[in-house]
T-cell receptor
């Protein structure tokens, strides 16, 4: 089975930097995803990591350490529109032998002025 | 281009009534297909996935079922809805790439 943990809620100030952590336990790791989800909408893709290290994409960066079962999403220069839920998902081996993505509960980020 | 559609977008159903949510994918072949449910303020719970026509795997025991009658069609059904079935349902697909593509979502309220 797979187990994914991330904080339930975080708050930050506009213009600041915030780091959202995700720890996981899985069988047959095959990639980690970060998604952003605004209330009432489908999730949108932010990043994908399969090798250790940092992936940078504009104001968003994602880091992975496979040996530690750990990832973080770093958001810089926070804007009010970044207030959303951030979902960590791990693609691991299911009991049926297929690689499937499992999502954590999500971290609700509140950005205030 | 690759797209995914699911419908209906919203529905209000009485307890004990049947359910059918449909999802279709365009622009790809032999995708892995998924149904997730999201309760209010919660994460995405994987309900079913399919790696091919007629192949359905269930992750959570419940009164829902899924079918894949065609390569790019995935259907979520129930014969008798429960109040606890209310939530936001998302269809998704993955291929050989590194992205999970989501449909627009379906809001189900069981009353």
């Amino acid at each position: 089975g797979q187990n994914i943990d991330q904080p339930t809620e975080m708050t930050a100030t506009e213009g600041a930097i915030v780091q959202i952590n995700c720890t996981y336990q899985t069988s047959g790791f095959n990639g980690l995803f970060w998604y952003q989800q605004h209330a009432g909408e489908a999730p949108t893709f932010l990043s994908y990591n399969v090798l250790d290290g940092l992936e940078e994409k504009g104001r968003f960066s994602s880091f992975l350490s496979r040996s530690k079962g750990y990832s973080y999403l770093l958001l810089k220069e926070l804007q009010m529109k970044d207030s959303a839920s951030y979902l960590c998902a791990v693609r691991g081996l299911s009991s049926g032998g297929s690689y499937i993505p499992t999502f954590g509960r999500g971290t609700s980020l509140i950005v205030h002025p | 281009s690759q797209t995914i559609h699911q419908w209906p977008a919203t529905l209000v159903q009485p307890v004990g009534s049947p359910l059918s949510l449909e999802c279709t994918v365009e622009g790809t072949s032999n995708p892995n297909l998924y149904w997730y449910r999201q309760a209010a303020g919660r994460g995405l719970q994987l309900l079913f996935y399919s790696v091919g026509i007629g192949q359905i795997s269930s992750e959570v025991p419940q009164n829902l079922s899924a079918s894949r009658p065609q390569d790019r069609q995935f259907i979520l059904s129930s014969k008798k809805l429960l109040l606890s079935d209310s939530g936001f349902y998302l269809c998704a697909w993955t291929g050989t790439g590194n992205t999970i593509y989501f449909g627009e979502g379906s809001w189900l309220t069981v009353v």
